[in-house]
């Protein structure tokens, strides 16, 4: 059963992805939050592709994570995965919330991949 709030996230993400899509040149970066974590992944719509993927819970990004605070994870994650997006020659990106508020932790994360020269 899906919670009242949940659901509510759902509908807002349903509205948001019916005006966003991604292509090869500017792919949707879909963002998931949890209680506890948070994933991020680019994604070309028209290829059905997933360019590349992010999570707090990757063994690779846990070695170099901050042991407190979700937002300067978040914020580490939106740095490491601008700098995956660079290495991949994507400069310009869709930002998709995933029907969550911009702030608190998605706006770390956005804000972190906007200092390291991702457009979006």
Same mark, same amino acid.
């Given at each position: 059963? *899906? ?6 996230? =759902? ?8 005006? =966003? ?25 028209? &290829? ?16 170099? &994570?901050?042991?407190?605070?979700? =937002?300067? *994870? ?7 995965? &601008? ?6 020659? *994507?400069?310009? =990106? ?11 932790? *998605?706006?770390?994360? &956005? ?10």
């Amino acid at each position: 059963m *899906v919670h009242v709030k949940e659901w509510g996230r =759902i509908q807002r993400h349903r509205r948001v992805r019916q005006k =966003i899509t991604g292509t090869a040149e500017r792919p949707r970066v879909a963002v998931h939050r949890s209680l506890k974590n948070i994933c991020v992944q680019a994604i070309d719509d028209i &290829a059905q592709k997933t360019i590349a993927s992010f999570s707090s819970l990757d063994k690779e990004f846990l070695k170099t &994570a901050p042991q407190k605070g979700k =937002i300067t *994870v978040a914020e580490q994650l939106g740095k490491s995965f &601008a700098e995956a997006l660079k290495k991949k020659n *994507v400069q310009k =990106i869709a930002f998709d919330r995933g029907g969550y508020l911009y702030h608190g932790r *998605v706006k770390a994360l &956005a804000e972190a991949m906007r200092k390291n020269g991702i457009q979006f």
